[in-house]
């Protein structure tokens, strides 16, 4: 039986848009949305801010280029993004665990690929 025999535990930290680096594995902790809110008398119309979790959790992205507010990250499948910090909290992984899901993930999906092209 071969086990990981490591037992350190790693913590996520959110991160501000002048704290990443490009190579750095991030997530999305949570994203915000404005809505128009529409009320009579005084308050007449105003922005409402919300703030939500993500509905499931992405894997970890990698930071490509950055541009403060702007970040392009690549997904695990390859994909190239922006990402607007103004509009979500990012947190970082650990190097570690960021590679680990790249290797475990990509390879699932490289598998899938090189299926459907055989066929």
Not at 5 to 13: A, F, G, I, P, T
Not at 22 to 34: F, K, L, P
Not at 63 to 90: A, H, N, T, W
């Amino acid at each position: 039986m071969n086990r990981n025999k490591d037992k350190k535990v790693r913590v996520v930290r959110q991160v501000r848009a002048d704290d990443v680096c490009v190579g750095d594995y991030v997530v999305v902790m949570h994203e915000s949305y404005d809505f128009m809110a529409c009320g009579f008398g005084a308050d007449g119309v105003r922005v409402q801010r919300v703030t939500v979790l993500p509905n499931c959790t992405e894997a970890p992205v990698r930071i490509e280029s950055v541009c403060v507010p702007f970040l392009m990250v690549r997904s695990v499948g390859g994909k190239c993004s922006m990402v607007d910090m103004r509009r979500v909290q990012l947190a970082t992984v650990s190097g570690r665990f960021g590679r680990a899901a790249f290797a475990a993930m990509g390879s699932k999906r490289s598998r899938k690929a090189k299926k459907s092209r055989k066929k």
